[in-house]
């Protein structure tokens, strides 16, 4: 790692009844700018990027109830735009932050960039788990099946949207490219500068941290121009 710390803070979840902590990096030179991750115990590529760039604060965030709290549940949408955000900025001094998740959590983030819009700048989603059923059947045992297919056909078929500068990622070899080539194109219609990035690998951790460079950096360029 480079120059900087880590630390941990703390963060209560009233709309979950519930409190996680995030491990946070910032660098050694004073900065406003924070990416936000779920996953943060996996996303560990995330902490390298951000030692190279020197030039933005990190917060992994834990995930609790992963298969609940990212399946599109509005609880922990209001959560992270109302209550982990907020708290975050205000400790750290940042400005609105970029999003990120894989898989389901790049479903939750979307979702809470759309329901509370007003703090986020910018997404990285990869390999969103944005399922429909004329894509996605495999997937239809899932628990929490019936609320994302709901929630992904409200957006896909959405006018318009709370637009920031949004990149795509997927691997060219998983189940997911279908819906995420349908998400990036409504994102588009919905005036959201939106890039899908298809790469080589498939649905994995591996695959999702060798897309980080260069897609996240030429994304934090577009939220972060100055």
Same mark, same amino acid.
């Given at each position: 790692? !480079? ?7 703390? *963060?209560? &979840?009233?709309?979950? %009844? ?21 996953? !943060?115990?996996?996303?560990?590529? &995330? ?35 109302? =209550?982990?955000?907020?708290? @975050?900025?205000?400790? @750290? ?10 898989? &389901?959590?790049?479903?939750?983030? *979307? ?13 990285? @989603?990869?390999?969103? #788990? ?8 495999? =997937? ?6 019936? %609320? ?25 070899? =998983?189940?997911? &490219?279908?819906?995420?080539? +349908? ?7 919905? !005036? ?6 298809? !790469? ?6 591996? #695959? ?7 897609? @996240?950096?030429?994304?934090?360029? =577009?939220?972060?121009? +100055?």
């Amino acid at each position: 790692m !480079g120059a900087g710390r880590w630390r941990r803070i703390r *963060l209560p &979840l009233p709309a979950l %009844r519930a409190t996680v902590t995030a491990r946070v990096w910032s660098p050694a030179n004073d900065t406003d700018r924070l990416l936000i991750a779920h996953d !943060g115990p996996d996303y560990q590529g &995330l902490a390298e990027h951000a030692a190279r760039a020197n030039r933005y604060h990190l917060a992994l965030l834990p995930a609790r109830e992963r298969n609940d709290w990212y399946s599109a549940c509005p609880a922990y949408a209001q959560a992270l735009g109302l =209550e982990i955000l907020p708290r @975050l900025r205000s400790r @750290l001094g940042a400005r609105r932050a970029v999003g990120a998740g894989a898989s &389901l959590g790049a479903l939750a983030m *979307l979702h809470a960039q759309r329901t509370h819009p007003a703090g986020f700048a910018g997404l990285f @989603l990869q390999s969103g #788990s944005f399922f429909q059923p004329r894509h996605d059947r495999q =997937e239809s045992g899932f628990i929490h099946w019936p %609320r994302i297919i709901r929630y992904v056909r409200r957006v896909l078929t959405a006018p318009s949207g709370p637009a920031v500068p949004a990149t795509l990622t997927c691997g060219a070899a =998983e189940e997911n &490219l279908a819906n995420n080539r +349908d998400m990036a194109d409504a994102l588009r219609v919905q !005036g959201y500068p939106a890039v899908l990035a298809v !790469g080589p690998g498939g649905h994995d951790w591996a #695959s999702w941290r060798n897309a980080l460079d260069p897609h @996240l950096t030429a994304l934090l360029s =577009e939220a972060w121009p +100055d």
